[in-house]
């Protein structure tokens, strides 16, 4: 089945800077690639997501990029603030339709 | 309707007892999800219902836990003779589209703790 791999694990920021968040997954079947947020204490919602016939997606201060072949995602914050500050989860479908999530970075934005 | 409703909350049990967790998902959704997530850790997959199909239970960590959809609307998590372990949040997704390729909306979770 679909595996996902997720780093770092933590991650801490000046605010301004930019955060970068990778992903790997192992299920070539997988067609796409969904990036939640998860603040404490509340449920995760979709941020952005990418489909697999396209390198890369923006919107606004967040961007994704795709790399079928090497099977790996990444996702990209720039000019952070202190509301950026929350866990990020990244998934893959793979073959068989379910998300499996990577393990999740948390992410720090020091003002 | 509403985003995917999840009851109770917050459950307290005592170990032995068993438990059931409730999920409302988005009306006209056909897939349905739960996971579990432990105090800071990722999302653990656990169940995955897809319309008319058999669910897909390859994650239930063991037969101590079982899930039923009915109607292909409300879900129940049921957990038998409830372990210290299992203290964690599970969470309830649901997805317009069988083929997991579009968003997953999200319940606020059940918090379980067995004391």
């Known amino acids: 089945g679909e595996n996902v791999e997720q780093h770092p694990s933590t991650l801490s920021v000046q605010e301004g800077d930019s955060a970068v968040i990778k992903c790997t997954y192992s299920?070539?079947?997988?067609?796409?690639f969904p990036w939640y947020k998860q603040e404490l204490g509340k449920r995760p919602q979709l941020i952005i997501d990418?489909?697999?016939?396209?390198g890369e997606k923006k919107d606004q201060r967040i961007a994704v990029t795709l790399n079928k072949t090497a099977k790996h995602f990444s996702l990209h914050i720039t000019e952070t603030q202190p509301e950026d500050s929350a866990v990020y989860f990244c998934?893959?479908?793979?073959?068989?339709?379910?998300?499996?999530f990577g393990t999740g970075t948390r992410l720090k934005v020091l003002a | 309707g509403a985003g995917v409703s999840q009851s109770p909350s917050n459950k307290v049990t005592e170990k032995g007892k068993d438990v059931e967790l409730r999920c409302d998902p988005i009306s006209g959704h056909t897939a349905l999800y739960w996971y579990r997530q432990s105090l800071g850790q990722g999302l653990e997959f656990l169940i995955y219902f897809q319309g008319n199909s058999a669910p897909d239970k390859s994650g239930l960590p063991s037969d101590r836990f079982s899930a039923e959809r009915t109607g292909g609307s409300v879900s129940t998590l049921t957990i038998q003779r409830t372990q210290q372990e299992d203290s964690a949040v599970y969470l309830c997704?649901?997805?317009?589209?069988?083929?997991?390729?579009?968003?997953?909306?999200f319940g606020q979770g059940t918090r379980l703790t067995v004391v």
């Open positions: 299920d070539s079947a997988s067609n796409y």
């Open positions: 997704a649901s997805s317009s589209q069988l083929k997991g390729d579009t968003e997953a909306f």
């Open positions: 998934a893959a479908n793979g073959g068989t339709y379910k998300y499996i």
């Open positions: 990418i489909r697999s016939n396209v």
